[in-house]
C-alpha cells in the first residue's frame, strides 16, 4: 500500500529548471523523511537531498548544493526537488525514498543512507542537453 510515484522529469537546456515531484499514498507522509536519489548509466547512486518528516533538517550533495532545492507539503502528500542551473551531469533517472522519521536518516550523510531507504518510487528520467 505504500507507494511514492516521482513525476516532472524531462528535457531541459543547460541551465534549466525542473521541478520533480514526489507523491505519497498510504502513508502520512509526515511522519517520513523523505530523500531524492539519482543514478545515470555507468554511475553509482548518488543522494542528492533529504529531508526530514517535520522539514528541520535538510541536506544537500555538493552537486546540488546552491542548485536544488528539497521542500515538503505534507497536508498535500507531496516533496518537492526544485533544480535551477542544471547541468549536463545532472542527466540520471531520479528517484525519491521514503523512511520512517524517528530513524533520522536525514542527519546522516546522503552517501551513507540510501541502502536504508524503505520505499522507492519508479522514477522519473531528468535529461540536461544542448
Known amino acids: 500500500q505504500l507507494q511514492l510515484v516521482e513525476s516532472g522529469g524531462g528535457l531541459v537546456q543547460p541551465g534549466g529548471s525542473l521541478r520533480l515531484s514526489c507523491a505519497a499514498s498510504?502513508?502520512?507522509?509526515?511522519?517520513?523523511?523523505i530523500g531524492w536519489f539519482r543514478q545515470a548509466p555507468g554511475k553509482e547512486r548518488e543522494g542528492v537531498s533529504c529531508?526530514?518528516?517535520?522539514?528541520?533538517?535538510?541536506n544537500y550533495a555538493d552537486s546540488a548544493k546552491g542548485r536544488f532545492t528539497i521542500s515538503r507539503d505534507n497536508a498535500k502528500g507531496t516533496v518537492y526537488l526544485q533544480m535551477n542551473s542544471l547541468k549536463p551531469e545532472d542527466t540520471a533517472i531520479y528517484y525519491c525514498?521514503?523512511?520512517?522519521?524517528?530513524?533520522?536518516?536525514?542527519?546522516?550523510?546522503?552517501?551513507?543512507?540510501?541502502?536504508?531507504?524503505?520505499?522507492w518510487g519508479q522514477g522519473t528520467q531528468v535529461t540536461v542537453s544542448s
Open positions: 525514498a521514503a523512511d520512517k522519521a524517528i530513524r533520522k536518516l536525514c542527519d546522516y550523510g546522503l552517501e551513507y543512507v540510501g541502502g536504508y531507504f524503505g520505499s
Open positions: 498510504g502513508f502520512t507522509l509526515d511522519y517520513y523523511n
Open positions: 529531508i526530514s518528516g517535520s522539514g528541520n533538517t535538510i
